[in-house]
């Protein structure tokens, strides 16, 4: 059965610093894997997708790599801002079936 | 304006009372999905459908119904709640494998509580 992790569960950083959230993944037949933002009480934005074929993909201060023989995604945010607090979610979409497994998040907080 | 609208947005019930929750996408999405999120336990698939009259369980369907009559809409149904039940409930919607980008977009989320 896939099981998608996050590690860490809560992260607290200061303002400008770069930093880096993982996810890794037990079963690498993915179609694709997607990175989201969650502000409190809030629904999911989509930060980035990354197709089984690709390596990364970028967005701004975001990328967002894929190893998908090792079973790991990586989120790399360049010049950390307050507004960057929120939790951040990896979701998988599984080859055989179409389901979607979400990892838990990774609560990020940017201290000013 | 591309969008997944959920409605209602809260709702408090009684155990037993059956109720549904509306999905509705403006996206021609051929994929559509619901979750419900809880403390601990992150994010779970309820149910999901690949296009009109199919639809697949998720990894926690027991006490959901589903139906996807027409390709924009959705309905999550709870024929008997139970205080169990009770969370935060998203609907999702994306292009489908024949789409080359197929990113999922949310709906706003439903907060559900059974007493």
């Known amino acids: 059965k896939q099981e998608v992790t996050q590690i860490p569960a809560a992260l607290s950083v200061p303002e400008g610093e770069n930093l880096v959230l993982n996810c890794s993944f037990t079963?690498?037949?993915?179609?694709?894997l997607q990175w989201f933002r969650q502000d409190p009480g809030k629904g999911l934005t989509s930060l980035l997708l990354i197709q089984s074929s690709q390596r990364e993909q970028t967005s701004g201060r975001l990328n967002a790599s894929l190893d998908k023989s090792s079973g790991r995604s990586t989120l790399y945010i360049a010049a950390s801002q307050p507004g960057d607090s929120a939790t951040y979610l990896c979701?998988?979409?599984?080859?055989?079936?179409?389901?979607?497994?979400f990892g838990k998040g990774t609560r990020l907080h940017i201290l000013p | 304006e591309a969008q997944v609208t959920q409605n209602p947005r809260y709702l408090i019930t009684v155990t037993g009372k059956k109720l549904t929750v509306t999905c509705s996408q403006n996206?021609?999405?051929?994929?559509m999905s619901w979750y419900r999120q809880d403390p601990g336990l992150g994010l779970r698939q309820i149910y999901y459908?690949?296009?009109?009259?199919?639809?697949d369980k998720g990894d926690v369907p027991e006490g959901y119904k589903v139906s996807r009559k027409e390709k924009r809409n959705f309905p999550l149904i709870l024929e008997s709640p139970s205080p169990n039940q009770t969370s935060l409930y998203f609907c999702a919607s994306n292009a489908g494998r024949m789409n080359s980008y197929n990113e999922q977009f949310f709906g706003p989320g439903t907060r559900l509580t059974v007493l």
């Open positions: 996206m021609n999405h051929e994929y």
């Open positions: 459908s690949m296009n009109v009259e199919v639809t």
């Open positions: 979701a998988v979409l599984l080859n055989r079936d179409d389901k979607i497994i």
């Open positions: 079963d690498s037949a993915i179609y694709n």
